[in-house]
């Protein structure tokens, strides 16, 4: 059974940062493209960052040069370090892993940028 469980959301004020985390298990996670995307109210999901299983990466235009994207394969882990956080960033943040036809995803964690 695959799983992805996001933790490391929350309440922050402007300015601020967050490093979300996203635990993998039942796959093969080396191999996987890894991505993280979010939901604001209202709105479609859209890619954050993705990173491949070799390690390039790829931002949103609006998260350029504050996001982080990076994976841990020893610990299944994919995490986004999230610095200079705005209002706009507030939404719920989701982890996805694809391969070819694999696609699965995280239940989501609430990121609420907000003085």
């Known amino acids: 059974q695959v799983q992805l469980v996001e933790s490391g959301g929350g309440l922050v004020q402007p300015g601020g940062s967050l490093r979300l985390s996203c635990a993998a298990s039942?796959?093969?996670?080396?191999?996987?493209?890894m991505g993280w995307y979010r939901q604001a109210p209202g709105k479609q999901r859209e890619l954050v960052a993705r990173i491949t299983s070799g390690g390039s990466t790829n931002y949103a235009d609006s998260v350029k040069g504050r996001f982080t994207i990076a994976r841990d394969n020893a610990k299944n882990t994919v995490y986004l370090q999230m610095n200079s956080l705005k209002s706009e960033d507030t939404a719920v943040y989701y982890c996805n892993a694809v391969l070819v036809t694999k696609d699965y995803w995280g239940q989501g964690t609430q990121v609420t940028v907000s003085s």
């Open positions: 039942g796959i093969i996670f080396r191999i996987y493209t």
